[in-house]
Structures are given as structure tokens and as C-alpha cells.
């Protein structure tokens, strides 16, 4: 069964280093997204990106966090100057709309724990 | 007028017994409603899910009521297993927005008493 992908499953960082986080999409799929889980809260949507640029992103995914799809298999979560706050499981996730109900399964990977020290 | 409140906050039922979770939404923009299961460690994965043409939606012994009018939905887990522990997550979105950007509720964590 198809899989989204993510690496990698834990990192650890110093205050104000730079992250990236990866993700392979199931390979049909047209829309990705990267979402957060704080410890013990919500899952929080952070941005989604179709056709190559982002279609929409929350308040949360300020200056400090990008995305790009470097290529055509890859889609990665950039966070700069990372802070203590930071620290979060981070899930990508990717979906592939069906013809004509503009609906589909959104399907998750693993998540990549980002521990901010 | 985003928000999906979700409760209990957390749920011990006997093994067979029947969990009930319960989501309330403001937006009547929203036109799609999954619930999600999540297992310690891992990412959520979609359980079921309801659009609201349907009151009622059933697979296997996982059940979505959704109640339009008092804009509420909930999941009810029949012969409830200790498989079924897990934390549920109801979510909710607009899907004539083809960013289809879920909104979460809290979650529920399930636990099932053998």
C-alpha cells in the first residue's frame, strides 16, 4: 500500500539552527501538506502547497517556516531559527482529489518529532 | 467560527461496550467531517467520514451520526476492543475549498479495559 514517507523520525536541535524536514508523497497525489502536533494537543494545520507553490497556510506559518518541492519527489518543511516552541511532532501529509467531488482521502506520514533544546 | 470542539477529553470503556465521541462545529461552511485514529507514534489515519447529504454513516463497527441542524457529529465504536484504544480525532472542512484545510478538534484519548 502506498505510503507517505518522512525523515527523518526525530531531530534534535539548538535554539536558532535551522531544520529541514522531508517528506516523499504518495506518488499520484497533487496536493501536500505539512501539519503540527504539540505534545498531548490538536494537530494543527500549518500550509498547503498544489502546483508548485502554496495554495494556503495558517497563521502560524510566518516568515520563520518554507516549502519547496525540490524535485519531483520530494516536499520539505524549512524552519529557521528554530525556537523552544517549535518543539512538535511534524506530519506531512498528501492527497489526491477525486474527479469531480473535489474530496479524497488525505493520507499522513509517520511524523518527524523536532525537539527544540 | 473555525473551531470543531471535541469531547470527552478522554474515555475508559469496557471491552464491548459502546464509545461515544462527540465534535460540535460553528461554520456552516463546512461540508465534510472525518474522524481520525490516531496510535502513539504514529501519524492519524482516516477511520470514516461524512458529508451531510446523510444522517447516519456505518462501516463495520465504526458508526458517524451527524446531526445537521444542531451542527454536531459524533463516532460511535460498537463492541468496543482494546485495539481500540488509540486517540480520535474529529476534524472538520470545507471541500468546495480544494485546499481542503482541515480543522481539528482536540481529540479524544480511548482506552478500552479488557
Known amino acids: 500500500e502506498p505510503e507517505v514517507t518522512q525523515t527523518p523520525s526525530h531531530q534534535v536541535t539548538q535554539m536558532g539552527q535551522e531544520v529541514i524536514l522531508r517528506c516523499v508523497p504518495i506518488?499520484?497525489?497533487?496536493?501536500f501538506y505539512w501539519y503540527r502536533q504539540i505534545l498531548g494537543q490538536k494537530v494543527e494545520f500549518l500550509v498547503s502547497?498544489?502546483?508548485?507553490?502554496?495554495?494556503?497556510k495558517s497563521e502560524i506559518f510566518d516568515d520563520q517556516f518554507s516549502v519547496e518541492r525540490p524535485d519531483g519527489s520530494n516536499f520539505t518543511l524549512k524552519i529557521r531559527s528554530t525556537k523552544l516552541e517549535d518543539s512538535a511532532m511534524y506530519f506531512c501529509?498528501?492527497?489526491?482529489?477525486?474527479?469531480?467531488?473535489?474530496?479524497?482521502?488525505?493520507?499522513f506520514g509517520e511524523g518527524s518529532r523536532l525537539t527544540v533544546l | 467560527q473555525q473551531q470543531v470542539k471535541q469531547s470527552p477529553q478522554s474515555l475508559i470503556v469496557q471491552k464491548g461496550g459502546i464509545s461515544i465521541i462527540n465534535c460540535a462545529y460553528e461554520?456552516?461552511?463546512?461540508?465534510?467531517f472525518p474522524w481520525y485514529q490516531q496510535f502513539p507514534g504514529k501519524g492519524p489515519a482516516l477511520l470514516i467520514a461524512?458529508?451531510?447529504d446523510v444522517s447516519e454513516k456505518k462501516e463495520g463497527r465504526f458508526t458517524i451520526s451527524f446531526n445537521k441542524s444542531a451542527k454536531q457529529f459524533s463516532l460511535h465504536i460498537m463492541d468496543s476492543q482494546p485495539g481500540d484504544s488509540a486517540t480520535y480525532f474529529c476534524?472538520?472542512?470545507?471541500?468546495?475549498?480544494?485546499?481542503?484545510?482541515?480543522?481539528w478538534g482536540a481529540g479524544t484519548k480511548l482506552i478500552i479495559k479488557p
Open positions: 476534524a472538520a472542512s470545507p471541500t468546495l475549498d480544494s485546499n481542503y484545510q482541515l480543522i
Open positions: 461554520n456552516t461552511a463546512f461540508d465534510y
Open positions: 461524512i458529508r451531510p
Open positions: 506518488s499520484n497525489h497533487l496536493y
Open positions: 502547497f498544489y502546483n508548485n507553490e502554496i495554495s494556503e
Open positions: 501529509a498528501s492527497r489526491r482529489v477525486s474527479p469531480g467531488t473535489g474530496t479524497g482521502e488525505l493520507f
